[in-house]
């Protein structure tokens, strides 16, 4: 069965060559409803391709895994040789424990602690170390033999680690200082809070319109105790400066700026054509230990 897939983003270097596609790197983004990827030239250090596409919502991780598969197939850029493939899991599903409180051993508990046990999920772990812990969640099986068969060897990492680490790092190194970040995606958002360089407060939300992305935001505030207004924000992912998220965010905060793109790459002309505070994560997984 073929799955409707809409193209959101793309550029493609048409100077840039894939045929060394063996020295490059391939950064991938799987959500429930989006597929994401990119690739670094690592002769130059610099991006030069970057595609974006909208799944079939409410798909099950069996249908998930065939759309997949299906997709992988009719992308021959997919199936190359890479000296590196990255693959970030978006979900909304996972617990940080402290460096010296975790134990592999233990991390099934650790896991249930916070949330349901899950059947037919594998429990993976990604060490953080800037924020000096661990991140445990549930991948689901039948998506992970997928993604095994379709890219072995691939690093295969949380979004909340790839965000995390490497906001931290720009925050403890001055070349970014905000209160609150704000991570916007078409179908999902998080939210950091960072007090005195350092990461406080870290959720993620499933959101359908405007409204509700706006209730979880401030209802996490209030629970908090902060007031939105007193808070510099910055802003990343694929939201327009003409979007009325913007537009009513603006209203809320004391000042909201978009992020600024990472100057630890280089990147094609072709990527002049998308804000720079667009595909933060996925354009930074590289970063990620």
């Known amino acids: 069965m073929l799955y409707p897939v809409r193209e959101l983003f793309s550029i493609d270097d048409t100077e840039s060559e894939l045929r060394d596609s063996g020295k490059n790197f391939l950064s991938i983004e799987l959500s429930p409803g989006g597929f994401s990827y990119c690739v670094l030239d690592t002769d130059k250090f610099r991006y030069n391709h970057l595609k974006s596409f909208v799944l079939q919502p409410d798909l099950d991780y069996d249908h998930q895994a065939q759309v997949l598969e299906q997709f992988v197939k009719q992308r021959k850029e997919l199936t190359e040789n890479y000296q590196r493939i990255s693959f970030s899991f978006v979900s909304q599903k996972v617990t940080f424990v402290p460096v010296e409180l975790f134990s592999y051993s233990e991390k099934e508990h650790f896991f249930n602690f916070n949330m349901y046990p899950e059947h037919n999920f594998e429990v993976k772990v990604d060490k953080l170390n800037n924020l000096m812990a661990y991140a445990v969640y549930p991948f689901p099986k039948v998506l992970l033999q997928k993604v095994n068969y379709l890219f072995p060897g691939c690093r295969i990492r949380h979004i909340s680690s790839c965000l995390i680490e490497n906001l931290l790092y720009m925050v403890k190194y001055g070349r970014l200082k905000p209160q609150l970040v704000l991570h916007v995606q078409h179908d999902h958002f998080e939210i950091l809070v960072f007090e005195n360089e350092n990461l406080s407060f870290f959720n993620s939300f499933s959101y359908q319109t405007w409204d509700d992305l706006f209730y979880y935001l401030f209802f996490a505030l209030e629970q908090l105790g902060f ?11 694929e939201v327009s400066i003409e979007s009325e998220f913007y537009k009513k965010i603006r209203l809320y905060v004391k000042s909201v700026t978009f992020g600024p793109r990472s100057d630890l790459y280089k990147f094609s002309e072709s990527f002049e054509n998308i804000p720079h505070h667009y ?8 970063a990620c230990g």
Do not use: V, W
Request: charged fraction near 15%; aromatic fraction near 16%; hydrophobic fraction near 40%.
């Open 227 to 237: 007031q939105a207004e007193e808070l510099d924000t910055l802003i990343y992912g």
């Open 279 to 286: 595909f933060y994560n996925l354009l930074n997984m590289n």
